[in-house]
């Protein structure tokens, strides 16, 4: 695995060790902003690309020779693992993910069935070996939240407010609680085969958690994350990454979840985070849509958020989101040299 020449500055970052300077990577940085990845997906259905272990091994890897990212993220999506375990999804361009048979009672979760990463997603693992055979800097296995992914389960696709979610919650407690656990087992078991395989670290996007307040995540969704985050720690030492969008208000109750890093979206700054009380590694947390401005702008505030980041030991830049397909591949390798250059010691 680690060549000579493998970069482990972002593994260094999680764990708040020194760096020569500080790391980035963006989420989505494998994406249709590119014109190699459009012309793949011309070729195949989302899940064809992911599924194919060839086509993610070159999707994956694109964002790290084209922009000099340090670390890689797997291809593939949060809803992955969810097909084998009996939920009729599909990728629809332009979209997300939408579902055919969403559920909305006790009897739709029992229906769920249980992963073995193995037999069901041997393509995953399949993918994860070849790539950390090949990549020089570290890889990043993911996987959905629980909250997140019963929000596209039961939606049946994208959602702006989430109340057939949340209502689920209130009404169906029971069903509730069995749903967080059925999909957090679900959790563990894939995060368990992804780090088996060799992935250097873990990110676990909860990215609409944030609809939540703080009482009710503690209530509804806090255990499950104790638990998915405590069995992993129990069984391996790769870091741990939680992100989510709009959650700046649960940051105090992420802080005492085992995690490595927390990973901010632009609303919450880095400096805010810190004055919070929060020692962890941060991550972020540029705003997206800044990559449409000029130059001018997006170096000022990628230049503010870098000297917030590196007043405490354990920064890695990223943007608050993921990369629009509107970006230009030239801005982000600008934002990438700007990043390496500005911080190096
Ligand atoms: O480079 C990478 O980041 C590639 C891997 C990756 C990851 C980590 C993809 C590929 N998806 C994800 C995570 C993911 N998928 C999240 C968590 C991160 C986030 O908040 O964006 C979520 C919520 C999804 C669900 C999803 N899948 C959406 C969002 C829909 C919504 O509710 O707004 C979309 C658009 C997809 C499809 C998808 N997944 C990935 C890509 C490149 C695409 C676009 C596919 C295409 O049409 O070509």
């Known amino acids: 695995m680690a060549s000579q020449s493998f970069n482990d500055t972002f593994l260094r970052a999680c764990r708040q060790e020194p760096t020569e300077y500080i790391p980035v990577w963006y989420m989505r940085q494998a994406g249709r902003y590119q014109p190699e990845y459009r012309n793949i997906r011309k070729k195949y259905s989302f899940f064809e690309m992911s599924e194919i272990p060839e086509v993610c091994v070159e999707v994956t890897s694109l964002p790290v ?59 995953v693992i399949e993918a994860v070996k070849m790539l950390t055979q090949q990549l020089s800097v570290p890889l990043i296995g993911f996987a959905g939240a629980p909250f997140t992914l019963a929000s596209y389960i039961i939606e049946g696709g994208p959602s702006k407010n989430y109340y057939k979610t949340k209502g689920f919650m209130y009404s169906n407690t029971k069903a509730w609680h069995a749903l967080m656990e059925k999909l957090g087992s679900m959790t563990i078991t894939y995060l368990q085969a992804q780090i088996r395989a060799g992935a250097h670290a873990i990110q676990v996007f909860d990215s609409w958690v944030g609809a939540l307040n703080q009482e009710d995540y503690r209530e509804y ?8 985050f405590s069995t992993l720690k129990q069984t391996s030492d790769v870091p741990i990454i939680y992100f989510g969008i709009g959650a700046g208000h649960l940051l105090q109750e992420w802080d005492k979840l085992p995690v490595d890093v927390i990973g901010l979206d632009w609303r919450t700054s880095i400096q805010s985070a810190r004055q919070q009380g929060i020692t962890k590694t941060l991550q972020g947390n540029l705003d997206p849509s800044l990559l449409l401005a000029p130059w001018e702008v997006i170096e000022k505030k990628a230049k503010e958020i870098l000297d917030q980041g590196m007043e405490h030991p354990g920064y890695i830049f990223n943007l608050g989101h993921g990369i629009f397909p509107e970006v230009q591949v030239e801005t982000l390798q600008r934002l990438t040299d700007l990043v390496h250059h500005y911080t190096k010691k």
């Open 221 to 228: 969704v806090a255990p499950i994350m104790q638990k998915i």
């Open 65 to 123: 020779k084209q922009l000099g990212v340090d670390a890689a993220i797997l291809f593939a999506d949060i809803m992955t693992p969810l097909k084998p375990i009996g939920v009729d999804v599909e990728i629809r361009s332009g979209v997300g993910p939408v579902i055919s048979n969403p559920v909305r009672s006790i009897q739709d979760v029992s229906r769920l069935g249980e992963l073995e990463p193995e037999k069901d997603v041997p393509f």
